[in-house]
């Protein structure tokens, strides 16, 4: 195993036990999705600043505002990851204001106004609230039944890119008819198409090396998940790297993640476990892009593959929030 990868491994790790110990009752799915947020950054996740961003969010919203939900680890530790809490959430707020005007309130909508607010101009947040449920209602116009709440958090990602927001609809559809025959899950389908519409390249290559992926670690006995793990496996068919070197990164990454506390009988599963390896790898391979991203050419495939990452985490948090709710609902019965 490389040693980049090792440590990103051993980071991750630590991260979750942070948020595990800082944390206690929170979902045992989020723990390792929020530590991804750390280790994507090269960050180890300090309790103090957590705690500081947790009562930063107790201040600023009431107990039953959307930001105290089922994803308030993953908003507590985008806040802890970026600098600046109290400044990020006072901007994530208003744009959450904004978004309300055009989206029904959810549990996902903070995560999306959490992302929109990284990287929009206060003066342009009625426009970008806007954009986005453009975005969405092209997603519903296709997809009607499959289109829901937590859609919104791709429709923020998507209203960053620069390209129309029919052109950028267009291509998520087209990467969509070309997985769809490939696996069960339209939902899991759906969201692999929205990152895949991310990245540079045409839909046919983007998904002839997504399933390219899928193929080659199930032929070495690695069956990758097909519901929102589905999501990371459109990150790691982005990256720069050949897909023999990918396969063999995940595969590595994975097995020494399947020694480590949380990953036993008693944890979570090996199609989590696998999904995580992949956060890892992209993660290793963001870094090496970021260092060759003083070529032009290379910046826009490495701003493409930040905003897969993304989505992919906002995916993961989705899941888990909903088997969180699942979870808090089944024991209140």
Not at 265 to 272: S, T
Request: proline residues 3%.
């Amino acid at each position: 195993m490389r040693n980049q990868l090792q440590t990103l491994c051993d980071n991750f790790i630590e991260n979750r036990d942070i948020l595990r110990k800082t944390f206690r009752w929170e979902s045992a799915y989020l723990y390792p999705v929020c530590a991804a947020v750390f280790t994507e950054r090269g960050q180890t996740a300090d309790p103090a600043a957590l705690r500081h961003c947790d009562r930063l969010l107790k201040e600023q919203t009431g107990p039953f505002n959307g930001f105290r939900g089922t994803a308030r680890l993953a908003i507590l530790s985008l806040l802890a990851a970026g600098g600046d809490p109290g400044g990020r959430l006072r901007r994530a707020l208003q744009l959450y204001d904004a978004l309300k005007g055009y989206f029904f309130v959810s549990q996902y909508l903070p995560m999306a106004a959490m992302i929109l607010a990284e990287g929009t101009e206060k003066s342009r947040y009625a426009e970008t609230a806007a954009r986005c449920r453009l975005i969405y209602d092209l997603m519903k116009a296709e997809h009607p039944f499959l289109t829901s709440g937590e859609d919104s958090i791709f429709a923020s990602l998507l209203a960053l890119s620069p390209r129309p927001a029919e052109e950028t609809a267009e291509e998520a559809e087209g990467c969509y008819r070309l997985l769809k025959p490939d696996f069960f899950s339209a939902n899991a389908v759906q969201s692999l198409s929205h990152v895949l519409a991310l990245g540079e390249g045409t839909a046919e290559e983007k998904c002839q090396r997504t399933m390219g992926l899928y193929q080659g670690l199930k032929d070495r006995g690695y069956k990758y998940g097909t519901e929102y793990e589905l999501a990371t496996l459109g990150v790691l068919a982005l990256l720069p790297g050949e897909p023999e070197a990918v396969i063999e990164d995940v595969i590595q990454a994975d097995d020494y993640l399947s020694g480590r506390s949380g990953y036993g009988l008693l944890g979570l599963g090996r199609k989590q476990r696998l999904m995580h390896a992949g956060m890892l790898v992209s993660a290793g391979y963001r870094e090496q892009a970021a260092e060759n991203a003083m070529q032009s050419a290379a910046v826009g495939g490495t701003l493409s593959l930040v905003a897969a990452q993304q989505a992919a985490l906002c995916a993961a948090v989705a899941a888990a929030s909903a088997a969180a709710g699942a979870s808090a609902s089944a024991g209140g019965n």
